[in-house]
């Protein structure tokens, strides 16, 4: 079965550090996507980022980061210069590849806030 | 903006009554989710539909149904709801076709219905 455990709950910084949320996923399937979420205090859920199983290398986005290390089963995301605009909660999840488009397993989530 | 609508926004309602939910997927995705999410439970897959057939089905209770009509829009209809029910439901969407070795596509989620049962 699969599972995303997000062990941080609540993360607090102060405004301009960095910060990295973290993200175990177990699964028997070979070939996965993982994904990141945001969920601003407003609650739609934003779209971040997609990684592919057979796609180990490192993406940066702007002050976002992803570190995906398959031998640790991890992928974790790390905000730079953190802002006040990053308070959120942020979801990592987890979907199977051989039958397609398969739905999302999502962590408990890590909620995020960002103090001026 | 994802390009996906769900109505209505907020719901009140009291126990033992049936309510729908209703979704527009992005234009041309042909998957469409539900999703619940609760203080408890956290994100839960309920229901995925892909061109108007149910595809995969998660924690989704007996009470709990749902629909993909031709024009792609879906509806989630929950009855005899409870106290437990009370939670922000969310529908998603996604392009390309379902099948074995596809892309998992990213989903795209609308801004969710907050349900909440007196």
């Known amino acids: 079965a699969q599972k995303v455990t997000q062990a941080q709950t609540e993360i607090s910084v102060v405004e301009k550090e960095d910060v990295t949320l973290d993200c175990v996923y177990e699964t028997r399937d070979t070939t996965y996507y993982l994904f990141w979420y945001k969920q601003p205090p407003s609650g739609e859920l934003v779209f971040l980022i997609r990684?592919?199983?057979?796609?180990?290398q490192n993406e940066i986005s702007g002050r976002y980061s992803w570190n995906f290390q398959k031998s640790t089963s991890s992928f974790n995301f790390t905000i730079t210069a953190s802002q006040v605009v990053d308070s959120a909660v942020y979801f990592c999840?987890?979907?199977?590849?051989?039958?397609?488009?398969?739905?999302?397993?999502f962590g408990k989530g890590t909620r995020l806030s960002v103090i001026a | 903006d994802s390009g996906v609508t769900q109505t209505p926004k907020h719901l009140i309602t009291a126990t033992g009554q049936r309510v729908t939910l209703r979704c527009s997927p992005r234009?041309?995705?042909?998957?469409v989710y539900w999703y619940q999410q609760s203080l408890d439970q956290g994100l839960q897959f309920l229901i995925q539909y892909y061109n108007g057939e149910e595809r995969a089905k998660g924690n989704i209770l007996e009470r709990f149904s749902a629909q993909q009509f031709p024009d792609l829009h879906s509806e989630l209809n929950l009855s005899s709801l409870e106290l437990g029910d009370s939670a922000l439901y969310f529908c998603a969407s996604s392009s390309t076709r379902v099948g074995p070795g596809l892309a998992n596509n990213e989903q795209f989620f609308g801004p969710g219905t907050r349900l909440t049962v007196l």
């Open positions: 234009s041309g995705d042909l998957s």
């Open positions: 990684r592919n199983s057979f796609d180990e």
């Open positions: 999840a987890l979907s199977e590849v051989f039958t397609g488009n398969t739905p999302l397993v």
